[in-house]
């Protein structure tokens, strides 16, 4: 039976708080679950990696969770986060600009291996 | 009956005080298990019971279900190893009876533990109260009221 679960956003923009809360949930629930769990932010979705952004993002406007927030519950339950290495380019940051709970840099080559090879399933958003 | 800051903790029960479960022996060498007040009132209004699948093997600290409120995924885990006997396909229909009965029509799960140490690192009888008053000083907690269903 699969044990791990690979989120990928690409399409989450975080210019839209609605589309932001169910993939970080998902990824919660899945964790909680014990699942293995991956998500790897690439695209416009990548900018929710990068310090200063989720914490003033929200999904539902008035509500004090932040989308930061979300992304902490999902970590706390053992979700591993990733960033893309072009994002680092398209957005002007580094590595070190990256919040606390992103475990790093995931390729796309390591990303589409995992997908092809590995025993994962993939949802993307 | 233990009541510790308005919770209230079977004595014949065995719990596991850091991870809000409460289990009980049944006569056929099964133990019933569910979550406590504290883990009742933390959760807040359950929604969604997911139970683990009957027949799955888990191991000690491994998750045996999940509980959903609106915004928020909480996993119960158990104390120790075995398999997944059975599972309250009541609780599943209507989430929310853990939050009136969690020691009752609330249960979760049937579990056969894998060994006959099971109850290690659980607390049961006199030794409840002043382990959960301990625990609730630590994180803080305020308590429950009505006996244990709603945080404050």
């Given at each position: ?13 975080p210019?839209?708080g609605?589309?932001l809360?169910?993939?970080f ?22 900018r929710l990696m990068v310090k200063g952004v989720a914490e003033t993002l929200h999904v539902?406007?008035?509500d004090p969770k932040t989308v930061l927030d979300w992304i902490r519950e999902?970590h ?21 600009d990256l919040i606390a709970e992103c ?23 | ?152």
């Amino acid at each position: 039976m699969t044990r791990r679960l690979l989120i990928v956003l690409v399409n989450t923009d975080p210019r839209n708080g609605e589309e932001l809360g169910a993939p970080f949930y998902h990824a919660a629930v899945a964790a909680a679950m014990d699942y293995e769990v991956d998500v790897v932010c690439t695209a416009a979705a990548g900018r929710l990696m990068v310090k200063g952004v989720a914490e003033t993002l929200h999904v539902k406007p008035g509500d004090p969770k932040t989308v930061l927030d979300w992304i902490r519950e999902a970590h706390g339950h053992g979700v591993r986060f990733w960033a893309c290495p072009a994002n680092l380019d398209l957005f002007e940051v580094r590595e070190e600009d990256l919040i606390a709970e992103c475990s790093g840099l995931m390729g796309a080559a390591t990303m589409i291996r995992d997908i092809m090879d590995g025993d994962c399933r993939v949802l993307t958003y | 009956m233990a009541r510790v800051r308005g919770c209230d903790f079977p004595d014949d029960l065995y719990f596991d005080v850091r991870r809000h479960v409460w289990y009980r022996p049944e006569d056929d060498g099964l133990i019933r298990a569910g979550i406590t007040p504290v883990g009742v009132a933390l959760a807040r209004q359950v929604l969604i019971f997911t139970p683990g699948r009957v027949g799955r093997i888990f191991g000690p600290g491994r998750s045996i279900a999940t509980i959903e409120s609106a915004k928020w995924v909480g996993s119960v885990r158990a104390a120790f190893a075995g398999r997944i006997e059975a599972v309250n396909e009541a609780l599943v229909a209507r989430a929310d009876t853990v939050n009136r009965d969690c020691y009752g029509k609330g249960w979760m799960v049937l579990l056969r533990p894998a060994a006959d140490d099971w109850v290690e690192g659980l607390v049961t009888g006199a030794a409840i109260g002043p382990a959960y008053e301990a625990w609730m000083e630590e994180e803080g907690f305020a308590g429950c009221e009505d006996g244990g269903q709603v945080l404050r």
